[in-house]
Each structure stands twice: as structure tokens, then as C-alpha cells.
């Protein structure tokens, strides 16, 4: 019964700053929030994640230190903070929703939004 609307994608040169936004539907206590990204020609990977509840975060290795989860609960919106953009950052970007808790598996997330393209250009 989730759904997710993800916005903010677009093109960016090297070094620049991008925001995404994914606004849910059918949040409740400890839901978990994911962003994960997919390449052409590659598997989706884990990005970032939140825990709706307590705003626990993690992130995958690539992206800590430039990336930033965070999440308006009055919104209902989750937000992946972009800075120092690189190139191999070029994907569709996506939000994701599970019952619990913050996985870094792409089966674990049952409520996927459509997908919003991130260009990281030289």
C-alpha cells in the first residue's frame, strides 16, 4: 500500500551538489527508507538508508562523507543530499520501503518508486 515518489534528479558536472526527494505514503513507526541507484548495465546497488522511528542511517562505503540521508516527518518525505559528484554517481536513483529496519539487499524492499536519472558529467 506504499507508494514512493522519487524528484530531483538531473544533470550535474563533477564536484556539483544534487538533492532527491521521495515522498511516501503509509508510513508507520520503525519503516524503513532506502535509496539505491543502477547504472546502465549494472545491478542496483544500496546507497543510503533510514529508519523512519529513530532516523538510524547507514551507507554504502562509496558514498559516506558526500552523501546524506535524512527524512521530514511531517512531509513524509526522505531526502538524499548529493555533494562532490562523481562521475561513476550516474545512475537512476531509487526509493525503496520496508517493514523494518535498514537493509543493504535489494529483495529485502517490496515498495520501490519509478526512478529519478542522476548525470554526473566531467
Known amino acids: 500500500q506504499v507508494h514512493l515518489a522519487e524528484s530531483g534528479g538531473g544533470m550535474v558536472q563533477a564536484g556539483g551538489s544534487l538533492r532527491l526527494s521521495c515522498a511516501a505514503s503509509?508510513?508507520?513507526?520503525?519503516?524503513?527508507m532506502g535509496w539505491f541507484r543502477q547504472a546502465p548495465g549494472k545491478e542496483r546497488e544500496f546507497v543510503a538508508g533510514i529508519v523512519w522511528n529513530d532516523g538510524r542511517t547507514r551507507y554504502a562505503d562509496s558514498v559516506k562523507g558526500r552523501f546524506t540521508i535524512s527524512r521530514d516527518s511531517a512531509k513524509n518525505t526522505v531526502y538524499l543530499q548529493m555533494n562532490s559528484l562523481k562521475p561513476e554517481d550516474t545512475a537512476v536513483y531509487y526509493c525503496?520501503?520496508?517493514?523494518?529496519?535498514?537493509?543493504?539487499?535489494?529483495?529485502?524492499?517490496?515498495?520501490w518508486g519509478q526512478g529519478t536519472q542522476v548525470t554526473v558529467s566531467l
Open positions: 503509509g508510513h508507520f513507526s520503525n519503516f524503513g
Open positions: 525503496a520501503a520496508r517493514p523494518w529496519g535498514i537493509s543493504t539487499q535489494t529483495n529485502d524492499y517490496g515498495n
